[in-house]
């Protein structure tokens, strides 16, 4: 036997055990008879490290992948990252600015250059960190949305949507984001409640000193009106049909039109019309014919149609407008207000509707199957509850525009000839030869252009459980129909329609088959004080910093105790204290059990009988529990489960029980079954701890157990006996009820006590557990008895009273006083219970199994309140 160090050290622990996990290849996957559980890992950006947010989602993932292992499935966890186009394009850029190397002054090619060396210097950074953590990934599955394979298959779906007239090219009010130079799709704008100002604006009519007022948040964009709007009901302004107003600064003639879009009773009643740069005035615009106007560049400053203020940046524009609006006597009052601005999810600058040729994706189609899955139940969502803002989505969904205005990221496989007519195409060579039959045959290669843009992101994510299978380009090898459908997805419910909702919809469109049958979706992590966790306040710890103070099984457990399933989590670090106190609770109990001498000439107790015969029920009980929790998706509750049946029931219960008096010898029957139970903990445990565990099963595993617990069989309930487990619940009672005593009285654990018993119904005496009440309450003699010994103490637990004669130790007085309290306390119950069972909506609405319970609430008051008048009848 190996020397057991006093203290558990996670540190050394960790390294150690992973690294043989690796060598002996436990977590490697390859298609075989058995069943198959495959997950795929929500892929993270290439420009991440490690926060609070992968911690949780990637500990509940490996929790799902290891118990399905232990349970016998052929497991594969898939990881990747994400080569996250804007994240990663922006990393890269600054870079090149500190090195004084501007993006414009590069070709494309040099610039991509740059962005894969800078991908494979720090693109792997984040898979090392959860390593650390502890998951059981297939690291030589290891992905990434640019690899070959995964390109080709990301170009191929683009050309088969092209070709069935899903995916459409137009110039169409887009979301602009001016510092990373791109569109964005409606799911990349984040809406945030701002401070804002309302600018009631003068517009002359022309040819008359009669003015319209018009409020407006921006000001600066009067210089695209092309024409102002008023409801064709309003009397106010009927008079203005069929003239011209002149929009202030630029005194540009702009008609009114009619529409009952306006609402009369916002602002002044008459809307100023932007075709260019707001989404329901360019929906008007094309109703009613009007010219759009563009005033900014790219970059968020005015162009030169804006005619004044050109190459400003938008809000100092703002500024300098309004100012000139007032000194010109054309801004009549300013309000403050409070309104929703879109901002960019990726660089936080505030999104400006821009008019802009792009690539769109029709959705319709696409979202009715999706939805169907998930309301039916093809797909589960756990919890239920985001099925309904799932549908309130996916029935309202709308084109997405998918390209970007960047250099890293997949390129739009479209080719343009001199003229502007293009070909969809796989490559180059494909291209120019669809060219030359569709066209002209005479073209040369150096007469195609290919298409500068890039695909969004979410395109190649979308098709990540498909992709990372080469499932588009060999639809039917070996691995796609292995392990797809997947099993179990986990991931966050912001990414819901970004991602979740768009891997449905191409799991049905191109394998006609749901990409995964379970969604767990988990909370944001936030602080104590319910803030979301950022750098910029400085309120999230740094994983790696929490891992080496408390061990990574310590921050598992302590992320998942405040993680229900759906809801938020208010993460404490002293839950992962509480996770480390754990490690050491369970280190402590092995090192017990290691302390013990056997004796083959000793025979079983009979009180050891009893507690092994107690805790392997209550184990097949909360196995029961267990499965239950596991097929409801109730992590933290699973989690919390084990916790108790180790903390509680094996430490504190079973442990006392069977353990040996000083300097005494165990037998060996109860020696072997206290350690096949803590064999069976150890693996119960192991999805969650899964480092201790490791390293306790190696010190106490016997031949006929496998090489490492990562691999051990799962134990399974077995049928029990509640009887034992409700006898024990009652002799639990009285060993806390004695030990009050003793504590209340001062009186010392090694004095010996007598205990009688006196039961107050017709019960007859359950005997199971006297020689462990015996033992841990150290009692000299327990009896049962028909009536009450002399000067005894009398404490009541539910309709028993536990008589200990302590003659030096009672206090009239002060019996008479507690057992009045507590008089008045079970007769405030009585009445609350009676109450209630006199409701006929309750009795008659509520399960039967509460009205029971309830029923014995009662009856057991009323014994209580008998005894109680008993005693004070006996003390007066």
Do not use: C, P
């Given at each position: 036997m190996k020397e057991i160090p006093k203290q558990y050290s996670p540190g050394k622990t960790e390294s150690k055990w992973y690294d043989e996990w690796i060598k002996k290849g436990y977590f490697r996957s390859r298609p075989d008879d058995r069943s198959p559980?495959?997950?795929v890992i929500p892929p993270p950006n290439v420009t991440g490290?490690?926060?609070?947010?992968?911690?949780?989602?990637?500990t509940i993932q490996d929790v799902l992948v290891r118990r399905a292992r232990m349970l016998g499935f052929n497991t594969l966890w898939l990881p990747g990252t994400d080569h996250a186009s804007i994240a990663t394009e922006a990393k890269v850029v600054n870079k090149l600015k500190s090195e004084g190397i501007d993006k414009k002054s590069l070709s494309r090619e040099d610039f991509l250059r740059h962005a894969w060396e800078w991908k494979e210097k720090h693109g792997g950074i984040i898979l090392e960190q959860l390593k650390k953590l502890g998951a059981s990934c297939d690291w030589e599955r290891t992905r990434f949305t640019m690899d070959d394979t995964l390109s080709v298959s990301v170009i191929r779906v683009f050309i088969k949507l092209y070709e069935k007239g899903l995916i459409y090219r137009g110039v169409r009010m887009v979301n602009w984001d001016p510092k990373a130079l791109t569109a964005l799709s409606d799911e990349e704008v984040i809406h945030k409640e701002v401070q804002s100002k309302f600018y009631y604006v003068r517009y002359r009519?022309?040819?008359?000193e009669e003015y319209v007022t018009i409020a407006t948040t921006r000001p600066e964009t009067i210089l695209g009106d092309t024409a102002i709007c008023i409801h064709p009901e309003d009397e106010r302004f009927r008079h203005l049909v069929g003239k011209k107003a002149l929009v202030p600064l630029i005194n540009r003639p702009v008609p009114f039109i009619l529409d009952d879009y306006v609402d009369r009773e916002f602002g002044t009643g008459a809307l100023k019309v932007t075709p260019a740069h707001d989404i329901n005035d360019y929906k008007l615009g094309i109703k009613h014919q009007l010219p759009s106007i563009d005033i900014f560049n790219d970059d968020g400053t005015l162009s030169e149609k804006a005619e004044i203020y050109i190459g400003e940046d938008r809000f100092v524009a703002r500024e300098k407008i309004s100012k000139e609006l007032e000194e010109k006597g054309h801004l009549v009052k300013v309000e403050e207000i409070t309104n929703s601005i879109g901002f960019s999810e990726r660089t936080d600058e505030v999104i400006e509707p821009k008019l802009s040729l792009q690539w769109f994706l029709q959705m319709e189609a696409l979202a009715k199957p999706a939805l169907d899955v998930v309301m039916d139940d093809t797909i589960r969502f756990h919890p239920p509850k985001f099925k309904n803002i799932y549908k309130h989505w996916m029935e309202n969904v709308r084109d997405w525009c998918i390209s970007r205005q960047l250099w890293w990221g997949h390129r739009i496989p479209a080719y343009y000839l001199p003229d502007g007519r293009f070909v969809v195409?796989?490559?180059?060579?494909?291209?120019?030869?669809?060219?030359?039959e569709k066209y002209d045959p005479q073209l040369k290669d150096s007469d195609l252009r290919q298409d500068e843009d890039v695909l969004d992101t979410w395109f190649s994510s979308w098709l990540w459980p498909i992709s990372v299978f080469d499932g588009i380009s060999e639809p039917g090898n070996d691995e796609i129909r292995y392990y797809y459908p997947t099993n179990d997805l986990v991931t966050a419910p912001e990414i819901l329609f970004f991602w979740v909702a768009r891997m449905i919809m191409a799991g049905l469109e191109f394998r006609n088959e749901v990409p995964f049958h379970n969604v767990y979706l988990h909370g944001i992590v936030r602080d104590k004080q319910g803030r979301k966790m950022s750098k910029s306040l400085g309120n999230s710890p740094d994983p790696i910093l929490l891992m080496d103070r408390y061990g990574a099984d310590g921050v598992r457990v302590g992320m998942l105790l405040c993680s229900p399933a759906g809801n938020d989590l208010l993460f404490d670090e002293s839950l992962c204290e509480q996770g480390r106190n754990f490690c050491n609770k369970i280190w402590n109990a092995f090192r017990l059990t290691q302390s013990w001498q056997t004796d083959p000439s000793l025979s079983q107790p009979t009180e050891a009988n009893t507690a092994i015969?107690?805790?392997?029920?209550?184990?097949?009980?909360?196995?029961?529990?267990?499965?239950?929790h596991f097929k409801k998706y109730r992590i933290a509750d699973a989690l919390m489960t084990v916790y108790k049946l180790i903390w509680d029931d094996f430490c504190s219960w079973y442990l006392e029980m069977v353990k040996p008096a000083y300097l005494e010898a165990m037998d060996e029957a109860t020696y072997e079954r206290t350690i096949g139970f803590l064999n069976q903990l150890l693996r119960v445990l192991h999805p969650f701890m899964p480092f201790i565990t490791e390293e306790i099963f190696q010190r106490i595993r016997n031949g006929d157990d496998p090489e490492s617990i990562t691999i051990a069989p799962m134990p399974k309930a077995g049928a029990y006996d509640e009887?034992?487990?409700q006898s024990f619940r009652f002799?639990?009672?009285?060993?806390?009820?004695?030990?009050?005593?003793?504590?209340e009285k001062n009186i010392p654990p090694k004095e010996a006590l007598d205990l009688f018993i006196k039961k107050n119904n017709d019960e007859q005496p359950d005997l199971t557990f006297d020689g462990i009440v015996k033992k841990l309450c150290n009692l000299g003699h327990l009896d049962y008895v028909s009536s009450k010994p002399d000067a005894a103490h009398s404490v009541i637990v539910r309709s028993t009273e536990l008589l200990i004669p302590l003659d030096q130790h009672v206090d009239a007085e002060e019996e008479i006083k507690n057992l009045e309290a507590e008089l008045t306390y079970q007769e405030g119950f009585l009445r609350a219970s009676e109450k209630k069972l006199a409701n006929e909506k309750f009795v008659t609405n509520a399960p039967g199994h509460v009205v029971a319970l309830e029923k014995k609430k009662r009856d057991d008051a009323r014994a209580r309140i008998r005894v109680i008048r008993e005693q004070l009848d006996n003390l007066s």
């Open positions: 559980y495959s997950m490290v490690l926060h609070m947010g992968h911690m949780l989602n990637n009519i022309e040819g008359s195409a796989e490559s180059r060579e494909q291209a120019l030869m669809m060219a030359r015969r107690w805790f392997e029920a209550n184990l097949n009980k909360a196995l029961e529990t267990l499965e239950d009887g034992i487990n002799a639990k009672e009285v060993i806390m009820a004695i030990r009050n005593l003793r504590q």
